[in-house]
């Protein structure tokens, strides 16, 4: 194994590399949120309505406070979405039992078949990616992404991770 100074270690920080790594984000994510994008048209839904799913599907009983703090939008935006799910039967919004203010979300059947749909979408994007760029490859991704992540949504990520375990 030979020894690269650490002027060469460096070489990735170049504005070139990080232009390029930019770039490459924006049209990864392109090419992530397309699949899930056909199936929401034909839905008249967005993105928003995609994310409040996902969240809802990993966090069965989730807050309303709780999804507002993971989605960083705003409790109108939110409760636009959430309404929608709701009145189309892909919601369903209880209240809470130790405090009556509180609204707990849960998928209905009809949403959680909704969220496999899209999911599955994404899956098989991934499962290539990952396939093609290999454990060690997929390793540094997952890290480099952690890190871009504010403190906090790394918090949320992490409680959503340690569930897995």
Known sequence: MTSRSSGDDLLFLTDEKLRQ????????YRGFTADPDRILETMAYGRAHHRAIHFISRSPGTTVNNLLSILGVTKQSLNRVLRTL???GLVESRVG???KRERHLFLTEAGDALEKKLSDAQRVRM???YRNAGPEAV???????EQMMDA????HYQAIREKDV
Not at 21 to 28: K, R, V
């Open 127 to 129: 499962r290539t990616a």
């Open 139 to 145: 390793a540094g991704f997952r890290a480099v992404l």
């Open 97 to 99: 039992k130790s405090d």
């Open 21 to 28: 790594g930019i770039e490459a984000m924006f049209f990864a």
């Open 152 to 155: 906090k949504m790394r918090r």
């Open 86 to 88: 709701v009145e189309d």
